[in-house]
């Protein structure tokens, strides 16, 4: 099979040498003819050198998206093998977990396939024209490797608009799939992976439920801030935590949640309210001149959503950030824990960092790191591709 080259422009190759699977359209020089919108590629330098094969699509700001370094054919032994061995390593790095992200698209070689698996159902994301046309070879794919129940589709997010495709969910093989049971660490969560239902789960923090749930033993008062379907609340309430107060925005997320701390009998041990934490905060921390906040929390979890999906905005998402920790510090008590999480790309470590011990000093705080979290290992991180690191937290003590 011949297939048309893709030529980049002079200095446009390094980051791909480097290992970053994206070609914009900006970077290419020529296509040596024209191609349709789907079909694999090969990209070489200005030289002719060859950098690696992938999808093309015109439509896209991103023309190529590479599969491999060298010539592949995207066919069943190809899927096979690259989903067989997301799949090693979510065994390896993740034993006796049942549910999990199998497929993180850069993170396993695969741009623009995700797949989730719940148990004995997946659910899949497809967010490229390349993968969309090879959708149904995928699809047998996962049906040889884990035999599922079911496969879902929930391609219903905004970023297919930028390769030209339409949303598309529903049921794809198997039986009709409602309300299932997700166990993450033995908690059970009640979870609708139906159409028109925005549940579903953050496998992301998997790792990270279990971590604060073991510094929350012995703990009288936790807080859960932004607890969508109660992850943290519950693994804290689990842990042995006397009292867990979780807060989150939406009605829906906090009646889910209630479900699923009684579907775990723990129920008598955590509330869930729903509130804007911004709100909540500010009137617990505001208190005339002669009076004092009362610091009552020995652990308090704040993991909210991406404040930013861009550059731009990042400024603006700092100011959040710092709101919620300058008012957390001050509801926590001196050798109370806090636990501290930022999903934005664009935040990094160290910004994040920075943040927090701004808040700490304007609250004449000192805080003292005991751990540092990141996304669970079903999340890869390639560190040649910055675009997969997301998910990073840290674990403090406030030592006065
Ligand atoms: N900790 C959760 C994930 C949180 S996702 C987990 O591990 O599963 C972010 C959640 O914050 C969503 O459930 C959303 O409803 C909620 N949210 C967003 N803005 C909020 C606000 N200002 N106040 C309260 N909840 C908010």
Known sequence: MSLVSVLLKPGEADRIVAGHPW??????LRLTAPVTDGDLVQVKDHRQRLLGTGFYNSRSKIVVRLLDRDRIEPNHSFFRQRIGAALAHRQRWMPGTTSYRLVNAESDFLSGLIVDRYDDVLVIQISSLGMELRKSTIVEVLKDLLDP???????????RKFDGLAEAQGLIWGEPVGEIEVDLNGIRFLTNLAEGHKTGMYLDQQANY???GDLAKGAHEVLDCFSFAGGF?????????????ALDQSADAVAAAQRNAAANGLADRVEFETANVFDWLKARTAVGPSEKVIPRYDLIILDPPSFTRNRSSVPDALRGYKEIHLRALRLLKPGGLLSTFCCSHHVDRVLFEDVILAAAIDTRVIL??????????DHPVVPSIPETEYLKGFTYERVA
């Open 210 to 212: 279990a971590a604060v």
């Open 368 to 377: 003292r790191r005991v751990a540092s979290h990141s996304q669970s290992p």
């Open 23 to 28: 070609i914009y359209s900006n970077s290419v």
């Open 149 to 159: 129940r079911a496969i879902l589709e929930r391609s219903d997010t905004a970023s």
């Open 233 to 245: 609340a519950l693994h804290a309430a689990r842990a042995g935590a006397k009292r867990v107060h």
